[in-house]
């Protein structure tokens, strides 16, 4: 029968004393450990390096997006400022026009007052006339 070598032998003194390991002895060597433990510490590298360029990328891409906002902003508020422009200039035109409508019609009640007056002439007449012709 041959023997583990001693660097197998972590939980050896308990086992021989009778007491049961807090957990199985491993099988697997101690190289293949460390390779893990290694990669494990790679990953975790890997992970910040990560989280770090995804952290850069986004200061990047808010920048953009902050500069693209303020141009968009900029360029509505040039068109409010116009849109305010126009819609003052439309008021004064719509009270310039509603004042003339006014006054046009004042012309046309006192033109269909002077028409009836008129009329109301030409008729007396016209049936004075009529009643001679016929008498």
């Known amino acids: 029968m041959t023997l583990a070598p001693p660097e197998n032998l972590h939980y050896a003194g308990v086992v021989a004393s009778g007491v049961f390991p807090p957990h199985p002895l491993s099988i697997v060597p101690v190289a293949v450990q460390n390779l893990v433990k290694e990669e494990r510490r790679m990953a975790c590298k890997t992970t910040w390096v990560n989280l770090t360029v995804a952290v850069v990328l986004s200061f990047f891409l808010t920048a953009c997006t902050d500069t693209k906002t303020l ?7 040039a ?7 126009e819609n003052g200039q ?18 046309n009640e006192a033109l269909k007052a ?22």
């Open 79 to 85: 068109q409010v400022a116009e849109l305010q422009r």
């Open 114 to 135: 002077e028409m009836r007056a008129r009329k109301t002439k030409r008729s007396g007449k016209k049936i004075s006339s009529r009643k001679r012709r016929r008498g």
């Open 71 to 77: 141009q968009e902003n900029e360029q509505l508020k």
């Open 90 to 107: 439309l008021g004064n035109n719509l009270e310039t026009v509603t004042a003339a409508r006014d006054a046009l019609t004042k012309e």
